[in-house]
């Protein structure tokens, strides 16, 4: 079943904080991406209203979340994963 992954950022996480962590999360993140466990990854549109994903099953969430620099880091304040029924797929 597909799995959401929703980020909030941590009120004290800056753009340059982010910019310092963003090459580790990237490589975390093609990897995932190279392995097709990712169908959709970015932030939303309004600078520090965090993040969202979309994974195929909810391992591959899970072990994305706990080995994002983002998260180790605390950049990200809280993670929601939730399984998704998507209806059109």
């Known amino acids: 079943?597909?799995?959401?992954?929703?980020?909030?950022?941590?009120?004290?996480?800056?753009?340059?904080?982010?910019?310092e962590v963003f090459p580790a999360h990237q490589e975390n993140e093609d990897k995932f991406v190279k392995a097709g466990k990712i169908l959709g990854?970015?932030?939303?549109a309004i600078p520090g209203e965090g993040a969202m994903a979309i994974f195929t099953d909810k391992e591959s969430a899970e072990e994305f979340v706990k080995g994002d620099p983002f998260v180790t880091t605390g950049l990200v304040s809280k993670v929601t994963i939730k399984e998704w029924h998507d209806e059109l797929m």
């Open 41 to 44: 990854i970015g932030p939303f």
């Open 1 to 19: 079943m597909k799995t959401v992954v929703l980020y909030e950022t941590a009120p004290e996480t800056t753009m340059e904080k982010m910019m």
